[in-house]
């Protein structure tokens, strides 16, 4: 295809990604799923951007922020530097591992992997915890800010990573920004990604508007039972949907560079949980019509129980009996009673469709997939 020919079709690919051109040598119309124009030609991470004096802004900005703690709904309000609060972590990070990761997507590991930075604890609790023994158990090694931004550098100089994921970071979110402008004084030049649960505040994402190029939220639970349940947290779907606006209206939808690796924008993963798929088609519908149909979706079918899920009952007896209909014990029957049994198990084939057919029937198009076209999602 000419070059003009190319660049038309991108163009108007923007109102109809589906497009159907007609080629002088087809006998009939070809779809060719061009994608809206979500290439880059080049890139410069945001936070090379923004000016000397918005920088030193958000410095003072994030040493109010740990003095006064409101950097997620818990809002605790504590002094960080003198004691801590939900998240049980204070003014200077813990970190439990740094190191080029290849568990993430195909986008955002490339070929040399992600520069990840595991942080210890975490402002959620979710039974069933996917991560933790790092999330939970505060293992780890403390850092200040600048010690941070060293490490970034020497994931960019020695692991040659794409970028640099901060996972778990919203409980740690001034220390994120002032190393973050430590490090591109030192020559970071990676885009940084944001690696969240969602249950951000909105003055967390204020600090790190200009500094994040990628977010990759989790939309976990739809109900507020279930994130009180599950997350041990109240209004956990209301703290992500108002996040997530938020993120997206700082840096779109997801952009790529011609070598396939996301620079810039949103991509959103829900984890289907067994039993949960209801609560996950409410959450893609909400996402297609209150984000964007261009939401580039990671639909995830690698829940495990772990954590608290599975685990005998906490009960002064060692093993229960299990009853029969009539209330009398099963005759030479005993049986553990475990926690979380609801969700002790994988999700299951039927579930995971459902909420992919919901997503797709809601408009979202660029799954993080095989495109069912044989092109790219890009
Ligand atoms: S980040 Fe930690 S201290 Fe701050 S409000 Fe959240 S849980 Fe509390």
């Not at 049994?341 to 095989?370: C, H």
Request: hydrophobic share 35%; glycine share 6%.
């Amino acid at each position: 295809m000419d070059r003009s020919l190319c660049l038309q079709s991108f163009r108007l690919s923007r109102f109809n990604p589906r497009l159907t051109v007609w080629r002088p040598s087809s006998p009939s119309p070809r779809l060719l799923h061009l994608a809206p124009p979500f290439l880059l030609d080049d890139y410069v991470p945001r936070y090379h951007l923004i000016s000397s004096v918005d920088a030193a802004r958000k410095r003072s900005d994030a040493y109010a922020h740990l003095r006064n703690c409101n950097l997620c709904p818990r809002l605790c309000g504590v002094n960080r530097f003198e004691k801590t609060g939900v998240c049980l972590i204070g003014a200077d990070v813990k970190v439990n591992v740094i190191a080029p990761h290849f568990g993430e997507e195909p986008c955002i590991q490339g070929h040399n992997g992600s520069g990840s930075v595991f942080f210890s604890g975490c402002n959620l609790r979710c039974v069933f915890c996917q991560n933790h023994d790092i999330a939970h158990e505060r293992k780890g090694f403390d850092l200040t800010p600048e010690q941070l931004a060293e490490w970034y550098l020497k994931l960019q100089e020695v692991g040659k990573v794409h970028n640099i994921n901060l996972i778990t970071p919203e409980h740690v979110v001034p220390q994120v920004a002032l190393s973050i402008l430590h490090a591109r004084e030192l020559g970071l030049k990676l885009p940084i990604i944001y690696n969240t649960s969602s249950f951000d505040s909105p003055e967390s994402l204020g600090l790190l508007n200009g500094l994040i190029d990628i977010y990759l939220p989790d939309f976990k639970v739809w109900k507020n039972a279930t994130s009180r349940r599950l997350l041990k947290a109240d209004n956990y779907a209301k703290a992500a949907m108002e996040s997530i606006k938020v993120m997206h209206s700082q840096v779109g939808d997801l952009c790529f560079t011609a070598d396939g690796l996301a620079k810039k924008g949103i991509l959103v993963r829900h984890l289907v949980m067994p039993g949960k798929d209801d609560e996950g088609r409410e959450i893609v519908r909400w996402l297609a019509k209150n984000v964007s149909k261009d939401l580039f979706m990671h639909v995830m079918e690698q829940y495990h129980p772990d954590a608290h899920v599975g685990k005998p009952k906490r009960t002064t007896k060692t093993h229960l009996q299990v009853e029969e209909p009539g209330g009398n014990p099963a005759p030479g029957e005993v049986k553990e009673k475990i926690r979380y049994d609801d969700i002790n198990r994988p999700v299951s084939q039927a579930e995971m469709s459902s909420v992919k057919y919901a997503a797709q029937q809601a408009g979202l198009w660029r799954f993080n997939e095989v495109a069912e076209h044989g092109g790219f999602n890009i």
